[in-house]
């Protein structure tokens, strides 16, 4: 089959989908150009659909590429037959390609290939064959003290190694071992003697076995650090008699003393051979598994974040809290520029304390602040709770996440953005930034760095980057870019773009002012037509001369909506303002070989809220007064809070006393889940009860069954570390069996 038709039935999708995705893929359009601008020819697939199209046609060229250097690998020491070629090109997955290519793959010595030095391959293909002969024999023949080979026992062990060998690298065998390991395997950890102590956090992990195909991926995460860490000792086990069996009739034809010396060549093929190789194939595919399904909880994570509700162009006071050092204070403007800074001490006792009472009020009222963003970090409560009892009317107050602020001043960003200012300035600057728009200020900073991951360290992280940069090009597209206020940084994922053609905006922006259109971006050097036709629907220019230039209206469909403007006998402009204007056109009549409903209908609804934010409105948010450390809590105290991880086994809740409590998956909701995202996401506003305090080990256990999400359910997260945040009630199990099965037959 085709590369289109495979991905096609995988899909359930046509073939000319794929095709059509494929070719236009190839000739560079991204993910997001291609779901909103291409609907009419690829029968409007979606982002997801796209993505998987592109990484799974990758895989399969892989495997192509790899099909053809074993062809020339095997070709060149002259073994392939018409046979081979034709088995080799007919293969569908990689474990299978590989386990073809096993016997002809040149390796190091083997106890095997020593015994074919010694001319024991003809005493091994005997014993194979299992006929009456007498093998004692041809064994008394080779017996040879040169060559090693000293009586009729060594010889007959030398055979064994290389029936042991052939067994070991039979395709079929591999393939049938390899679905009895999926199905019938056992992670098996204990901790490492003497390190009880240093290994508290994998206590659940001293004695532990489960199912391969059952094991949630935070737990196979979990066995995995420890054993990194050296604290544990991992496993993966089957029992001999689950695969033998299996297996035996491939090379057990007689009933004699030749079959009983393949039988002893088959157990030590298993035992030293076949199940070492399993076990490092099952180790990785396991892996694979468990980092597909934490990379997805973190970007669905990451996705929630950067997506979060935006405060807007508003007037700010930001600060980023201490106790010692002090609170770092600044004053942005409605476009986040920095007009001002200081420093206040209002937990430095009286004398700092009365100098902040006068600093904030006369700093709200010289630069008209409509809002104060307060880091949740050290003294963020206490810094909280100052500024309100300063009754600031017509102020918000709102608290901001500050992870990975200390990342973003000490980056090179900062020092580009803030040369002039040192470290706790920049960082206040990004507490009050990422209040106006969380969007543009969290893409300055790595996703790995911004608090939403539990194991980003511990995966592939080649394929974790892969997946945030989709994620965040994802968000930024589908939210838009003002071109004329847009930093670098952003810019850079909007399609088509990247950092080059970024910097190349900035440096035209700063020569030539604020861009007057869309058009005016082919002056931008190194932009060309491509580049153009991907970027340009992305990008807003807001009070522009055409008033299609701040909507999500592609270019190339101007003309079109001109059109629809004159045969109404009207204006563009009308047509925006008017709703019923807009009722009246007759979509069926714009109708062509390259537009379609789809696009017709994508482009009505722009027209009605042209670069329309699609997030959702910001909400103000406070923790209650006077709970402001763990201390403060007791069981069975409803406390308002933020959801600022999701795991597969529950999600995690900041209720303002710098520890995350967890709420288990069952008691997220009275009804039974499977998925926590079900009923949360990332930054939610929710209602939790206290149900556990464990001062000792800063944990807090909490249930949100008395009291449903008060926001519908829409995005992901992860949690902050779960050995430091686990619980003693066990995580949901999740059937991976099938998954697993389907991932083996891809493995590489």
Not at 47 to 68: A, G, N
């Amino acid at each position: 089959m085709t590369h289109e038709i495979i991905v096609s039935k995988e899909l359930a999708i046509s073939e000319k989908q794929v095709q059509t995705t494929i070719g236009l893929l190839d000739e560079g359009a991204t993910v997001p150009f291609i779901s909103r601008y291409r609907k009419e020819m690829t029968g409007s697939l979606d982002e997801v659909q796209i993505t998987t199209i592109r990484d799974r046609i990758q895989q399969l060229r892989d495997l192509d590429k790899r099909r053809d250097a074993i062809l020339k690998s095997i070709s060149d020491q002259g073994k392939l037959t018409p046979e081979l070629a034709l088995k080799i090109q007919h293969v569908e997955t990689m474990a299978n390609l590989e386990d073809i290519y096993l016997p002809y793959k040149p390796k190091r010595k083997t106890r095997a290939s020593m015994a074919r030095e010694k001319g024991l391959q003809p005493l091994a293909d005997l014993l194979l064959a299992q006929e009456r002969t007498d093998f004692t024999d041809l064994a008394t023949s080779l017996i040879d003290e040169e060559k090693g080979v000293n009586s009729i026992e060594e010889a007959l062990s030398g055979a064994r190694d290389i029936i042991a060998e052939t067994i070991a690298e039979n395709a079929e065998v591999r393939d049938k071992a390899r679905k009895i390991f999926v199905d019938k395997g056992q992670f098996v950890s204990r901790v490492v003697p003497g390190k009880e102590e240093a290994a508290l956090k994998y206590k659940d992990y001293y004695e532990w076995s489960e199912s391969l195909k059952n094991a949630p991926s935070h737990r196979v995460l979990a066995m995995r650090r420890g054993e990194k860490e050296e604290l544990l000792y991992l496993d993966i086990e089957v029992a001999e008699e689950e695969v033998l069996p299996a297996i035996d009739h491939l090379y057990i034809k007689a009933n004699n003393e030749a079959a009983a010396q393949v039988r002893l060549a088959l157990t030590d093929s298993f035992k030293r051979l076949l199940k070492p190789s399993m076990e490092t194939e099952i180790r990785v595919l396991t892996r694979q598994k468990a980092d597909e399904e934490a990379i997805k909880v973190f970007a669905d994570n990451v996705r929630q974040l950067l997506l979060a509700a935006p405060l807007g162009q508003k007037r700010i006071l930001a600060i980023d809290p201490g106790f010692r050092t002090g609170c770092k204070t600044v004053v942005l403007d409605q476009q986040g520029a920095l007009l001002e800074n200081t420093a206040i001490f209002p937990h430095s006792g009286a004398g700092g304390l009365a100098e902040a009472t006068r600093t904030i009020p006369y700093l709200v009222k010289k630069y008209d602040i409509e809002a104060i963003a307060i880091g949740n970090g050290t003294a963020g409560r206490e810094t909280e709770d100052f500024i309100r009892k300063l009754n600031l009317d017509q102020v918000t107050i709102v608290m901001v996440n500050e992870s990975g602020a200390s990342i973003y001043s000490a980056s090179e960003t900062a020092r580009d953005e803030f040369p002039d200012q040192d470290i706790t300035v920049r960082g206040a600057v990004s507490i009050g930034r990422r209040l106006m728009d969380p969007l543009a200020e969290l893409v300055k900073i790595d996703p790995k760095s911004i608090g939403v991951g539990q194991y980003q360290h511990d995966v592939d992280q080649n394929k974790l980057q892969s997946s945030l940069d989709d994620t965040v090009m994802s968000c930024v597209n589908n939210v838009g870019v003002e071109l004329n206020t847009a930093s670098k940084q952003i810019l850079a994922y909007v399609s088509g773009l990247g950092p080059a053609l970024a910097q190349s905006i900035i440096n035209y922006r700063k020569e030539n002012g604020p861009f007057k259109s869309r058009r005016e971006l082919k002056k931008v050097p190194r932009l060309g037509d491509k580049a153009f036709e991907q970027a340009a629907g992305f990008l807003r220019i807001r009070n522009a001369e055409n008033p299609l230039d701040a909507s999500a209206v592609h270019p190339e469909r101007y003309k079109l909506v001109e059109q629809m403007a004159k045969d109404l006998k009207t204006s563009v402009h009308d047509l925006l303002n008017n709703a019923e204007l807009r009722k009246t056109i007759p979509l069926k009549n714009y109708i062509s070989d390259e537009v379609g409903l789809p696009t017709l209908n994508d482009i009505i609804a722009e027209l009605a809220k042209p670069g329309l934010d699609p997030r959702e409105k910001f909400e103000a948010f406070s923790f209650t007064d006077g709970v402001n450390a763990v201390s403060d809590l007791r069981v069975g105290m409803k406390l308002p809070g933020i959801i600022t991880n999701i795991t597969n086994f529950g999600a995690f809740v900041d209720i303002g006393v710098h520890q995350d409590g967890l709420v288990h998956l069952s008691q997220l909701s009275n009804r039974f889940i499977s998925d926590p995202h079900e009923v949360v996401k990332v930054q939610q506003h929710v209602e939790v009860t206290v149900t556990e305090i464990d001062e000792k080990r800063n944990r807090i256990g909490l249930s949100m069954k008395t009291s449903e999400a008060t926001s519908s359910p829409k995005q992901k997260r992860e949690p902050k570390s779960f050995h430091n945040k686990e619980r003693k009630e066990k995580e949901p199990e999740t059937d991976m069996a099938s998954k697993l099965a389907a991932l083996a037959s891809r493995f590489k």
